[in-house]
């Protein structure tokens, strides 16, 4: 069992950055795929980004693409989202999230979440 807990996030100025984090205790990240969802009030949860289980592969939905990297240190136990040109429409609960090896944007596929992390970025 994978136990996440993310950190990193706060209130940002539209078109600032900000990086979030993601570390694993109890067990390794190592051979597990790392997503990003987000969630903002009344809409329902949507894939952010997500970084196979090396590193090899990593995607981005439409609306982050360009602007969002997604990355990790399996030594370290840990995977980053680091965002910039953040804009308003970014304000969310953000988590992270873990399944065996191979990318998914479905996040119905992944095994075990993170508690969230609020990220609010203003205009």
């Known amino acids: 069992q994978v136990q996440l807990v993310e950190s990193g996030g706060g209130l940002v100025q539209a078109g600032g950055s900000l990086s979030l984090s993601c570390a694993a205790s109890v067990d390794t990240i190592s051979g597990r795929a790392m997503g990003w969802f987000r969630q903002a009030p009344g809409k329902e949860r949507e894939f952010v980004a997500a970084?196979?289980?090396?590193?090899?592969?990593?995607l981005y939905s439409d609306s982050v693409k360009g602007r969002f990297t997604v990355s990790r240190d399996n030594a370290k136990n840990t995977a980053w989202l680091h965002m910039s040109s953040l804009k308003p429409e970014d304000t969310a609960v953000y988590y992270c999230?873990?399944?065996?090896?191979?990318?998914?944007?479905?996040?119905?596929?992944?095994?075990?979440w993170g508690q969230g992390t609020q990220v609010t970025v203003s205009s």
């Open positions: 970084i196979n289980w090396n590193g090899g592969r990593t």
């Open positions: 999230a873990s399944r065996p090896l191979i990318i998914s944007t479905m996040g119905n596929d992944y095994f075990y």
